[in-house]
């Protein structure tokens, strides 16, 4: 195969693109950063999950949210991403609890090897992260892995930019969403229980259009 007929995700490093973002900048000055990370904790905390519920976190980078669920009380925390400098972050700014835990996992959502392991998820909660899979290989891996863990009647989060949002992100070209492609690519065994458009302020001031959207797998 020559290069021009090989895929952008078999040519491109994205672990070391990942790894040199949250290198390079302060994570408040990161493009997707958060102060809290309230849209996201607000539709976990609506799932109603007993504390113990597990919650894993796609491509959760070093999101506060970690933080902010277990000050929360939850205690059974999976957080992935492909970066591992984005995990030692995360792990430099939580503070576990005793009897709360929190597994982290550094595996790629769209050529996964650890994740296929992954099952019983009560709840899967992605921010900005499927997005940036634009090629149809790596959308069908994600939501296969998504459909492999997630255990009937949990609840799946995806949170990402929205039709009219913006085209790229760190340097990335991105996919954009609305509700119905998620639903789409979900299938009718996960039911649609909220949706809204959220506009995000990043650190630079500039605004991100995004689309958030909850679903329930169905018993
Ligand atoms: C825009 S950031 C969002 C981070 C976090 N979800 C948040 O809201 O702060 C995208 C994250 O996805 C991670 N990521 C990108 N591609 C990934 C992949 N194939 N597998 C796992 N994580 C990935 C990046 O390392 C980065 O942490």
């Known amino acids: 195969m020559d290069n021009k007929a090989k895929s952008q995700s078999e040519k491109y490093d994205y672990q070391n693109h990942w790894n040199n973002a949250y290198q390079k900048n ?12 309230e849209q996201s904790f607000n539709l976990i905390e609506a799932c109603n999950l007993p504390k113990d519920a597990l919650l894993f976190n796609a491509g959760a980078g070093a999101t506060t949210l970690i933080s902010d669920l ?10 992935n991403d492909i970066s591992s400098v984005a995990l030692s972050e995360l792990k430099k700014n939580i503070h576990i609890r005793k009897h709360a835990s929190v597994n982290f996992l550094l595996d790629d959502l769209t050529n996964p090897t650890q994740l296929l392991k992954l099952k019983n998820v009560d709840l899967w909660n992605d921010r900005a992260v499927l997005h ?8 069908i891996q994600y939501f296969n892995l998504v459909k492999s863990a997630v255990k009937k009647g949990g609840y799946v989060i995806l949170s990402e930019f929205n039709l009219e949002g913006a085209k790229k992100c760190s340097g990335l070209d991105v996919f954009n969403y609305d509700s119905a492609m998620l639903q789409e690519r979900l ?7 909220k949706s809204f458009n959220y506009t995000y302020t990043q650190p630079s001031g500039n605004p991100r259009e995004f689309v958030y959207t909850l679903f329930q797998r169905k018993e």
């Open 26 to 37: 302060p994570l408040t000055n990161l493009g997707w950063y958060e102060e809290k990370s």
């Open 187 to 193: 299938g009718n065994e996960f039911e649609l229980l």
């Open 132 to 139: 940036f899979f634009t090629e149809k290989q790596q959308q």
């Open 70 to 79: 277990l000050s929360a009380g939850y205690t059974n925390i999976m957080v």
